[in-house]
């Protein structure tokens, strides 16, 4: 035994950022109450509709009981609007990647450390091993919806609202980032105790309220890599280190416009499509060819004394935008293919053997990325486990993360043009609904509560396979706990006044059709425009259309004028 950690039981001492925290916990709780009462007091009798309206419609939104509503909302009904494969995708991703994390953050708490690196040498342990592809799925997601809602934008009204694009974005990722730091770096020392818990304090907690503003402001992934000539030796690098995946994110949405309004404002143009397959190649290229120059590893590995080269991977490669762009890139390829079938439906139709050759090819491709260096991928130490050729890092590198996300693509096409089968009933089920919603505050959560339970173990565990599944069960329903409570703090009343203050006709419009469930229903990703959000109930709008059709027929003094006018007051709601 090396070192010992202990901890002697003592009276536990407030200090002036926990009592900060309890404050502003107090605060955020007392409006919550107040709005949820509001709510409900005004919702009780038809003659205290007035208060619903005026400033008090600002209080609202953060009231619990609606917001609680639209959050376990599960809707049955298919619409061609509504990709819902992703759901389960959504889900499914978030699973795999707390599932990684578990695996990979409790081995220093092992007691058989060396038999827990046998399990590494097992093809099947790839699975695990290379987890880091899920990411690659949200990015891919991420720009499918992004270039979906802006095709869609740009071609209905003919131009692009650059501050609304950005606005919308912050005010869709930051309130849940900011409310999970300030939790953090507050009162979550109050929930570790343990052993190994003074190491909480004096490592992880103190680079959390030294550095968060990394998080906050999107940045975290370009300061990783000058850490230690910030002086960040001894603490933690921030307060949510897995947040680099939304500076990435946040960065390739920025340039998203770039890349696309030439295709959207002239889409016969040659140009146009040259200039955006000069960056989907550029995207494959630069990954393969910085893993070239700089003989780094071209995907996450599990080498053991391998310091130096697992930094130089992750500051070059793995954190950053230009090397990660290649699935954001083939989702903006799938939103337009999505785009373009709403007005050519011919591209939807697929033959027999053409669906077989593209389930196929998904299926050899994806297996390729995640099994193909199970030989070179396994933990032992550099002199042990086979080296990479420079041609096999090179294209391996280069193309791996986009192939990933082109597998992915034909998964999410085929199911939503009728072609899923099993696949698609699996994805697409409603159960998985309230979950995807929450997915993005889960994410956020998981390795924050990883870390505290980390922290407070008593004792060495045993490393193995049923243990991590348990532990990782453990911790997602911790974290839909604690995801619930982010979203209701800060998600739902957050994206509730953006669409009253920027905007407010189309609330007011919503509300004549629209029960307070089917508003306000918002991408768990993060996307500027899900196509399963913010929309109307389409059997409440065929039912309208409907009862206006039937009113028009009973009454003669009705023109054919009006009955025009009726139809497009709905499709605009409806498009809304």
Known sequence: IKTIECQVDQPHHLDSSEITGLVLVGVMVVVLAAATLLDLYSASTPTRVHYRKGHLQYLLVFSVSHNIQKLFQVTSARSPEVITCLHGIRFLSITWVVLGHQYAYSTSVAQNTIESFKLTKKVAFQVIANADVSVDTFFFMSGLLVSAGLLRRVTSTGKFNVLQYYIHRIVRLLPPIAVTVMLVATVSEMAVGGPASQSYTTYYLKGCRHSWWTDVTFTSNFFFSFLQQMGKTDEAATCLPHCWYTAVDMQLYVFTPIVLLPLCYWPKSRRAWAWVWAWTGASVVVPAVIVGVYHTWPASLLLLNDTEDML???????????????????????????????????ITRLSTWQVVVGWACAWVVALAVLLGIARYNYADTPDVVPEMTLTEAVLYGGLHRAAWAAALAWVVLACHWGYGGPVDWILSHPSWQPLSRLTYTIYLTSLPLQFMLLYSTQRPTYYTHLTKIEETCGVLLMSVCAAVVVTLLAESPILGLEKLILHPEKSTKQDKVSSPIQEGEVDVQGVETDLQGVKVDLRVVEVDLHDSKSHLRDTEETSDAKLIEQKQEIGIIHEE
């Open 312 to 346: 130089e991977y992750n500051h070059k490669v793995y954190l950053m935008p230009w090397c990660r762009a290649g699935p954001y890139i083939v989702g903006i390829w799938a939103g337009y293919l999505l785009h373009r079938s709403r007005d050519s439906p011919r």
